[in-house]
């Protein structure tokens, strides 16, 4: 029998993928996984940790904990604030998956005996002759794979999602037939860290973050922000403006401490981008590579090609989209996630 240790975050996903691999006659531990949380923001992490005892309780499987809480503010938490800092918009779920419960708890689980891993993610795996495939979730829009793009061979071979090829109705209703006690508990949102504190809050205990001046296309003072290191390129919230269109960033210059803002949406997309740090599924594909491909989560898939150039990988889209530099640009083939990298600048 082969064992398989589940990160249980306390909610409902988490709790019924480890139901369903003890009906499937795995060995299940269940483990928490605690995570930094400033001493300023009140997190869950403690009612969190108590609903995953009891999910183990009502199951009857063992209750195991790890305490990540240095290596998450480490590797996660300071490196989104130096992203902030250089002026770039992070994406800290992708590299918690990685760094954290792809990283430091699967190491701990195998060495603490473990043939498996398993997480409450909505995503699938499928081995096709000797190779693994990470692919989209059954449900679109619950579909996580997009940040699980980093993930390779020697990942998934020893991970299982057993949630994947549900619909969140029936994982709710699967819930209901476990009698699991979280059962009605409410998705979470977000990351536990920041909790309910604005993204200004949280960051300006820990970065300088004065107002400035918001500019036009022309070389116009049109406004004013409350730091250039909180936007985002295409985002029209958290500054004022002079007129009454809305007005769109298109840049930010964290040196200087000013946003660039444009009335045209468009202005603010790009034919072209450079990614950094690649990650592949499969290993490195073979060049140029045409695709579908998300700049964000949930967006529309879009067609993209890459191309290997001497200094970076190249992006090109179909029409011009809007790809927020720190951002992941993830590829597929179909349901197939091929892998991804780091949207670099606008102009490759």
Same mark, same amino acid.
């Given at each position: ?77 300071? $490196? ?33 005996? *473990? ?17 693994? @495939? ?17 993930? !390779? ?17 029936? +994982?709710?209703?699967?819930?209901? @037939?476990?009698?699991?006690?979280? *059962?009605? @508990? ?28 918001? +500019? ?10 409350? !730091? ?12 004022? $403006? ?16 000013? +946003? ?7 202005? *603010? ?22 695709? $579908? ?56």
């Amino acid at each position: 029998m082969k064992t398989v240790y589940v990160g249980l975050s306390g909610g409902v996903d988490s709790a019924v993928s480890a139901a369903l691999l003890k009906e499937q006659g795995f060995d299940v531990v269940g483990a928490f996984i605690k995570i930094w949380s400033p001493e300023f923001i009140e997190c869950t992490w403690q009612e969190d940790r108590l609903d995953a005892m009891r999910v183990c309780a009502a199951l009857q499987i063992p209750f195991r904990e790890i305490d990540l809480s240095e290596e998450y503010k480490r590797e996660v938490v300071r $490196s989104m604030i130096e992203d902030y800092q250089r002026g770039i918009t992070p994406n800290p779920d992708v590299l918690c998956n990685r760094s954290i419960k792809f990283g430091h708890f699967a190491t701990w689980a195998f060495a603490s005996g *473990a043939d498996r891993v398993a997480t409450g993610h909505y995503a699938r795996i499928r081995e096709v002759n000797g190779q693994f @495939k990470l692919l989209r979730a059954l449900d679109p829009n619950k579909d996580q794979s997009y940040f699980l793009y980093r993930l !390779g061979q020697s990942d998934l071979s020893r991970t299982l999602f057993p949630i994947g090829g549900y619909k969140k109705s029936d +994982v709710r209703a699967l819930a209901k @037939k476990f009698d699991l006690p979280n *059962a009605e @508990k409410p998705d979470s949102q977000g990351l536990c860290f920041v909790g309910d504190v604005s993204m200004k809050d949280f960051l300006g205990r820990f970065i300088t973050l004065l107002p400035g001046d918001v +500019v036009d296309e022309n070389g116009k003072i049109v406004g004013t922000h409350d !730091g250039a290191a909180l936007y985002t390129v295409g985002e029209r919230h958290g500054f004022t $403006s002079a007129g009454s269109e809305p007005k769109y960033v298109v840049g930010t210059d964290v040196p200087k401490n000013i +946003v660039h803002v444009s009335s045209k949406r468009e202005a *603010a997309a790009r034919r072209f981008v450079s990614l950094l740090e690649p990650s592949w599924v499969h290993g490195t594909p073979a060049f140029p590579l045409s695709a $579908s491909g998300q700049a964000r989560y949930r967006e529309p898939p879009f067609r993209v090609s890459i191309e290997a150039r001497k200094s970076a990988l190249v992006a090109t889209f179909e029409s011009p989209r809007i790809a927020a530099p720190g951002q992941s640009l993830v590829l597929y083939d179909g349901d197939t996630c091929l892998g991804g990298g780091i949207i670099n600048n606008a102009s490759a």
